[in-house]
């Protein structure tokens, strides 16, 4: 099995980190100049690693190797959230083009093919696609696991809920007679947050991320509320439960008042299950390499497999974040977890590209 460098993974994750470094983060968001520069810089470490860069008008950075036959697909996304950590996407594109530097460099895996990508969008035909990630969770860590063999990857719900009541005075208006779209907002959230844990399944959660009230005064009554939620699992049954439980909620509150409540789907994407020959083979490797120190796992954040394995086989491997930490600069894996993920993912790329 093809045995990877890691002090080289370390300095090229080390070196990407540094196009658009802010604080012990990187500040690096899609198509910004740092994120053009470190395309570049990502094309120019595929043409020595021996694949042909080509890097499309939105930005996707593809690495193609010359060699014939069935090949497999290794990427994540190498732009950054904002003032975000130095792993998140970006050490699946590195874990890419090291796993294909080290296949090309042992002789009995340097015919097989491996493709390298960083996505601004989703595209491919191949034998299939894997991904590898920080977990941006704390679970790996909490059980004393190194890697996560990822079964599915979350469906996202996300419903705008808009209040319409009456602005007015906050100091001559009766309490009685007023239409106060904030109170309605707060009314109908610790409804939802009272009723979805009796839905939930084991990992299910919700969220609102963003409230707002308008005109936003301390002496003025909200006219106008809003507010986002989003709820996530992996079991679309579950997802159903939580959209019929609302649009209720909604329904009883519409039908009380005072206050009316609009409930706009804004998007719904569907949970994808991952290709189940691909997760034995990352956890053969895992086993292998990290004996009693690996679980599968759903992922509740989204990743581009999940698109990817609408059109063909797909797996993830996550690796520990260090306190469960991620969309911040803060976010950190240890050395020795980042080499030991690579590794399990070389062996298992090269288990699917033989068809063991």
């Given at each position: 099995?093809?045995?990877?460098?890691?002090e080289r993974l370390?300095?090229?994750?080390?070196?990407?980190?540094?196009?658009?470094?802010?604080?012990?983060?990187?500040?690096?968001?899609?198509?910004?100049?740092?994120?053009?520069?470190?395309?570049?810089?990502?094309?120019?470490?595929?043409?020595?690693?021996?694949?042909?860069?080509?890097?499309?008008?939105?930005?996707?950075?593809?690495?193609?190797?010359?060699?014939?036959?069935?090949?497999?697909?290794?990427?994540?996304?190498?732009?950054?959230?904002?003032?975000?950590?130095?792993?998140?996407?970006?050490?699946?594109?590195?874990?890419?083009?090291?796993?294909?530097?080290?296949?090309?460099?042992?002789?009995?895996?340097?015919?097989?093919?491996?493709?390298?990508?960083?996505?601004?969008?989703?595209?491919?035909?191949?034998?299939?696609?894997?991904?590898?990630?920080?977990?941006?969770?704390?679970?790996?860590?909490?059980?004393?696991?190194?890697?996560?063999?990822?079964?599915?990857?979350?469906?996202?719900?996300?419903?705008?809920?808009s209040f319409s009541?009456?602005?007015?005075?906050?100091?001559?208006?009766?309490?009685?007679?007023?239409?106060?779209?904030?109170?309605?907002?707060?009314?109908?959230?610790?409804?939802?947050?009272?009723?979805?844990?009796?839905?939930?399944?084991?990992r299910s959660v919700?969220?609102?991320?963003?409230?707002?009230?308008?005109?936003?005064?301390?002496?003025?009554?909200?006219?106008?509320?809003?507010?986002?939620?989003?709820?996530?699992?992996?079991?679309?049954?579950?997802?159903?439960?939580?959209?019929?439980?609302?649009?209720?909620?909604?329904?009883?509150?519409?039908?009380?008042?005072?206050?009316?409540?609009?409930?706009?789907?804004?998007?719904?994407?569907?949970?994808?299950?991952?290709?189940?020959?691909?997760?034995?083979?990352?956890?053969?490797?895992?086993?292998?390499?990290?004996?009693?120190?690996?679980?599968?796992?759903?992922?509740?954040?989204?990743?581009?497999?999940?698109?990817?394995?609408?059109?063909?086989?797909?797996?993830?491997?996550?690796?520990?974040?260090?306190?469960?930490?991620?969309?911040?600069?803060?976010?950190?894996?240890?050395?020795?977890?980042?080499?030991?993920?690579?590794?399990?993912?070389?062996?298992?790329?090269?288990?699917?590209?033989?068809?063991?």
């Amino acid at each position: 099995m093809p045995k990877i460098n890691g002090e080289r993974l370390l300095a090229d994750l080390r070196r990407i980190a540094e196009f658009g470094r802010y604080q012990t983060g990187v500040h690096r968001p899609h198509l910004s100049p740092q994120d053009v520069e470190s395309r570049h810089w990502l094309a120019g470490r595929m043409k020595e690693a021996g694949l042909e860069p080509v890097i499309d008008g939105i930005g996707t950075v593809l690495g193609k190797s010359p060699k014939p036959g069935p090949r497999v697909l290794i990427g994540s996304h190498s732009d950054t959230q904002p003032r975000g950590g130095w792993l998140d996407g970006v050490m699946g594109v590195v874990y890419g083009l090291e796993v294909a530097r080290a296949m090309a460099e042992d002789p009995e895996t340097a015919h097989l093919a491996v493709d390298v990508a960083s996505w601004a969008d989703e595209e491919g035909r191949y034998r299939g696609y894997l991904e590898a990630h920080i977990e941006q969770g704390g679970v790996l860590e909490a059980t004393d696991k190194r890697i996560g063999i990822v079964t599915a990857i979350v469906g996202i719900y996300v419903y705008r809920l808009s209040f319409s009541g009456i602005q007015n005075h906050a100091g001559t208006t009766p309490m009685p007679i007023r239409k106060d779209a904030g109170v309605a907002m707060m009314r109908l959230y610790n409804e939802v947050m009272e009723t979805f844990p009796k839905l939930a399944g084991p990992r299910s959660v919700w969220t609102v991320g963003k409230m707002s009230v308008e005109p936003g005064a301390p002496a003025i009554i909200p006219g106008k509320a809003e507010m986002i939620l989003q709820f996530r699992d992996a079991d679309v049954a579950v997802l159903d439960r939580f959209e019929k439980a609302l649009l209720e909620i909604v329904a009883a509150h519409n039908s009380k008042g005072p206050c009316a409540v609009e409930c706009q789907n804004l998007s719904k994407t569907m949970p994808t299950v991952m290709d189940e020959r691909f997760l034995d083979a990352i956890e053969e490797s895992a086993a292998a390499h990290a004996p009693d120190k690996h679980m599968r796992m759903p992922s509740g954040a989204g990743h581009d497999a999940q698109i990817l394995g609408l059109k063909l086989p797909a797996a993830m491997m996550f690796v520990p974040s260090i306190g469960g930490i991620s969309h911040h600069f803060t976010e950190n894996t240890a050395d020795a977890d980042i080499v030991l993920g690579c590794q399990v993912f070389a062996d298992a790329a090269a288990k699917i590209l033989k068809g063991n």
